[in-house]
């Protein structure tokens, strides 16, 4: 083998390394670029160029372009003109007009029934009022014959009789007689026939009181005077026609149609 010469030697050193800069500087800039001189084109050829193997794929970018959406501001008022259908109304002659029948059936009905109910119930009411009164009478009967019999007893002489059993035995009738009379007066199912029990009673009782006090007044210890007399006479009469005229009123009450005067 020849050796080459140093200077030689250098020289091409140099100028391969003149051409890697070159060559660098080349691929760094445009890759269509000519070299300005002979020499750097000469040197451009001799040198070996590695092809790049990394392939770039180059992905082609659709741009959609949206047309720009342009707004017109107007400063002109609009004005909206709303227009009303007129409203045709239809007015219907009077016979065809439809009218809700009035239920009179139905009406009437219910008017009859709650007039019979109304009937029916004041003729309970009546005959309840005249069961009571009637049991009233029954048991008021009998007082009203113990005070007739009370009374024949205070105008007979066993009223006034010296016999002190005899005046207790009229005594003890007159009051069973008023006691039964004012029972029967608070337990009357009409008020007139329970005051006419009550007036009756009293005035039995009243009777009785004027008697015994004519009776005292006769037979006390001093004389009395004919006015005296007369007064106790006449409260006598008094209370007996009182007492016949409350008899007679209760009469009417307990047994009407047996009513004597």
């Not at 007009?97 to 019979?116: E, H, R, Y």
């Not at 119930?121 to 005249?130: A, E, G, H, Y």
């Not at 002489?157 to 007066?185: F, H, K, W």
């Amino acid at each position: 083998m020849m050796r080459m010469p140093t200077a030689r030697l250098v020289y091409l050193v140099g100028a391969v390394a003149l051409v890697g800069g070159l060559g660098l500087a080349g691929h760094t800039a445009m890759a269509g670029a000519q070299p300005s001189t002979p020499a750097a084109a000469v040197l451009l050829a001799t040198t070996t160029t590695v092809p790049d193997t990394t392939t770039s794929t180059v992905v082609p970018t659709t741009t959609t372009t949206v047309p720009p959406t342009t707004t017109t501001s107007s400063s002109t008022t609009t004005t909206t003109s709303t227009t009303i259908a007129p409203t045709t109304t239809t007015t219907l002659p009077t016979q065809l007009v439809p009218s809700p029948k009035t239920p009179w059936g139905l009406i009437g009905l219910i008017v009859v029934l709650v007039a019979l109910i109304g009937l029916v119930i004041l003729l309970m009411v009546s005959r309840n009022k005249k069961s009571a009164l009637d049991a009233w009478r029954r048991r008021t009967l009998p007082a009203l014959s113990d005070a007739k019999l009370s009374r024949e007893a205070l105008m007979s002489p066993n009223a006034v009789s010296d016999d002190a059993e005899l005046r207790a035995a009229v005594a003890v009738q007159v009051d069973r007689a008023s006691t039964a009379l004012e029972q029967a007066g608070s337990s009357a199912p009409d008020p007139a026939a329970g005051g006419s029990a009550v007036t009756a009673a009293g005035s039995l009782r009243g009777l009785a009181f004027a008697i015994e006090a004519d009776r005292l007044l006769r037979h006390g210890d001093g004389a009395p005077t004919g006015v005296q007399l007369a007064q106790a006479d006449q409260a006598r009469r008094d209370r007996d026609s009182e007492l016949q005229g409350a008899l007679s009123r209760l009469q009417a009450h307990v047994a009407p149609r047996n009513h004597k005067s």
